[in-house]
């Protein structure tokens, strides 16, 4: 019996696929460089959720309104930025699959959260996760 096993070429490739943040010098580029497309994938997310919808020019819908919500009253916050994430993702990275989102308050600050995403992407059926504080 034959197995299958998928790959994306990319990944064998062994050449940059795009930048990694947090944006940090490395020894022989300027910025340090995401290998695998895996690895670009969570870099992708964090930016996605990190830039504020309006932030990028031409893109107006491009992000997530988490900075803005962390600063409402009277909703169910935990909802509310779950269903920003889910929305942006849904949107702009369609290919990737949120499995849950956990979202937790910095309990010496009400405004502030770290979430986590966990999330599959394809050719890999591995659970995946990135993690973003929001204050």
Not at 22 to 42: A, G, H, I
Not at 87 to 109: C, F, H, K, L, R
């Amino acid at each position: 019996m034959q197995s299958s096993f998928k790959i994306n070429i990319l990944d064998v490739q062994k050449k940059p696929i795009g930048i990694s943040i947090p944006l940090t010098e490395n020894s022989t580029t300027f910025f340090s460089q995401t290998f695998t497309t895996l690895d670009q994938y969570k870099t992708n997310i964090i930016n996605l959720i990190m830039t504020a919808k309006g932030e990028r020019r031409m893109f107006p819908t491009y992000g997530s309104n988490l900075k803005k919500r962390i600063f409402e009253q009277g909703v169910n916050l935990e909802e509310t930025l779950k269903n920003d994430i889910v929305s942006a993702i849904s949107e702009w990275m369609p290919e990737v699959t949120i499995v849950s989102i956990e979202v937790y308050q910095d309990g010496s600050n009400e405004h502030a959260f770290l979430i986590k995403v966990f999330f599959t992407v394809p050719y890999s059926e591995e659970l995946q996760n990135v993690e973003v504080e929001v204050k």
